[in-house]
Every structure is written in structure tokens, then in C-alpha cells.
């Protein structure tokens, strides 16, 4: 079983920065992209930015320039650094890992962290 446990949320003013964190733990299959998502109150989840096993990111429009993300391959371990924050920010964020054994890809999530910015 694999569980994936996120930490680094919480209440910030706009402009002020906040890092999250994701480990991932168990009989864990290849892992090939990790991620994070988000979702506001009202809106479906969306990508926020994903980074491959070989270092390539991703990052939705929005926040580009603003937040990075990076990964620990030893320690299965995914941070988002999110820098100037804003309002619109505000949402669950969730931890996504894609793995893959032979031709078998699986899809983890974690239980979501809050993130808040205040204006």
C-alpha cells in the first residue's frame, strides 16, 4: 500500500511564500511523474505543476515564474516552493505521484493541504 503524506500548508498574507512537501511511502512501483494539484471552493481540481523522474517540469500558466517545483528520487519526495502568492491561490493543494510496474500505471493522491492567502 501507498501512502502519501503532505505537510507545509497554512494561512499566508499575498506575497508571502509557503514550500509544501510530499513523501511517499510503501511498496511503491516505478515512480515516473510527481505532482500537485489544487482545487478552490467551487472548482474543479486543476494541475499546478509536475516534475519527471529525469527533472523536466511543468507548470500551469498562472503560476509560472512564481512557484517551483522539485524532487527527491532517494527519499520519494516531492516540494512545491510557492513565492508571491496571491488570493487566487487559495485552495486545497494535492500531492499526485504517477507510477508505473510493467504496463500498469497507478495514480496516487494525498489528502490535500490547505493553502490560504489572505489580501
Known amino acids: 500500500q501507498v501512502q502519501l503524506v503532505e505537510s507545509g500548508g497554512g494561512l499566508v498574507q499575498a506575497g508571502g511564500s509557503l514550500r509544501l512537501s510530499c513523501a511517499a511511502s510503501?511498496?511503491?512501483?516505478?515512480?515516473?511523474?510527481m505532482g500537485w494539484y489544487r482545487q478552490a471552493p467551487g472548482q474543479q481540481r486543476e494541475l499546478v505543476a509536475t516534475v519527471t523522474s529525469g527533472g523536466n517540469t511543468n507548470f500551469t500558466e498562472p503560476v509560472r515564474g512564481r512557484f517551483t517545483i522539485s524532487r527527491d528520487n532517494a527519499k520519494n519526495t516531492v516540494f512545491l516552493q510557492m513565492n508571491s502568492l496571491k488570493p487566487e491561490d487559495t485552495a486545497v493543494y494535492y500531492c499526485n505521484v504517477r507510477a508505473q510496474r510493467g504496463i500498469v500505471v497507478y495514480d496516487y493522491w494525498g489528502q490535500g493541504t490547505q493553502v490560504t492567502v489572505s489580501s
Open positions: 510503501g511498496t511503491i512501483p516505478r515512480i515516473n511523474v
